[in-house]
């Protein structure tokens, strides 16, 4: 199947005064249509810039290297008006704080029909009004056409975060990227955007980057996982493989803190010692070698490269020896 979104050996670099920060470091990412990708890390591993370097939505100082194909068509590089085309109808994105991200001072309705008209001029106000009062109903608004006309302020977090779904499959997108879209919600609230995404896949045939830090989302809804550790992705593969197999001492950290329905030991949970290193002054050889408890003299000096090991795809020098993790109910 050929991939919507192929991303390749792509490298950001932020300048600041202490010197150059590797924010992503050799990222690769394929998605197929259909398909939802799961990242998955810490805060600051780079999931979010990795995206927003795809959608050229970074500050203009950030130097971002590497390949960006959308449906065979390369992004970095082009024009600022040829790429905002592609933003929007191709590829979409709800961002992570939906309050933050939708205009105060306009209607929930206003903006969806913004979003529409800018990437279909020819399409008259009125018509764009009916789709969106349509998308608000396809998203789960109860009274979309009388919701469409209140402010951003007047809807609860749920529903700020089902407007901006909304807003993003208006110009039906081959590509959804997802920044955290259960942020800050309730567990209720939660399942519901998740099956609201899951009903999108299914019914548009759209392919969705999911960005979280909650395995157990990823676990539910992707088909595929990266997990990235200092801005680089060191283990991949499809979430049953990871989930059960995972050979890189990082995602068997994050695996083993979740807490299990089925675990009868009520000891406290495992974690990962230390902290995240700084991207602007990273460890040699492996970068997670100073949190890990299988390290060996060689992981501080040699740095693992992404490579088949089993069913998976992992970063670690040692991968073979590594057990096998099950994941979290």
Request: one cysteine or more; glycine letters at 10%.
């Amino acid at each position: 199947m050929t991939a919507v979104l192929d991303v390749r050996d792509l490298e950001v670099t932020f300048p600041t005064m202490e010197g150059p920060v590797s924010a992503v470091r050799g990222v690769n990412l394929t998605l197929e249509r259909g398909r939802i990708h799961g990242v998955v890390g810490e805060s600051g591993s780079g999931k979010t810039v990795t995206m927003l370097a795809t959608l050229g939505l970074l500050p203009s100082t950030a130097e971002v290297t590497g390949s960006v194909r959308y449906k065979g068509r390369e992004l970095l590089g082009l024009a600022p008006s040829e790429l905002r085309k592609v933003r929007g109808s191709g590829i979409a994105m709800i961002f992570q704080d939906p309050r933050t991200s939708l205009n105060p001072v306009h209607t929930i309705g206003h903006q969806i029909v913004e979003g529409i008209r800018i990437h279909h001029p020819e399409v008259s106000r009125k018509e764009a009004a009916k789709r969106a009062v349509e998308l608000l109903a396809l998203v789960g608004i109860p009274q979309p056409d009388r919701r469409a006309r209140d402010y951003p302020h007047q809807f609860s977090g749920g529903m700020c975060q089902r407007a901006m779904i909304a807003m993003a499959v208006a110009n039906d997108p081959d590509v959804l990227v997802a920044d955290e879209p259960t942020t800050a919600l309730d567990v209720t609230i939660q399942a519901q955007i998740l099956d609201l995404l899951r009903d999108i896949r299914r019914e548009k045939g759209v392919a969705i980057v999911l960005i979280s830090h909650d395995l157990g989302v990823v676990a539910g809804l992707a088909d595929e996982v990266s997990v990235m550790y200092a801005g680089r992705v060191v283990e991949r593969g499809t979430v049953d493989d990871v989930y059960e197999q995972a050979r890189h001492p990082y995602t068997r950290g994050l695996l083993a803190s979740v807490p299990r329905l089925t675990d009868d030991n009520r000891g406290p949970l495992l974690s990962i010692g230390g902290g995240a290193p700084s991207l602007l002054h990273l460890p040699g050889g492996c970068a997670f070698h100073p949190r890990c408890s299988h390290e060996r003299p060689n992981c501080r000096v040699d740095d693992p490269r992404l490579r088949p090991v089993g069913p998976v795809e992992a970063a670690c020098h040692y991968a073979e020896e590594m057990g096998t993790v099950k994941a979290s109910s």
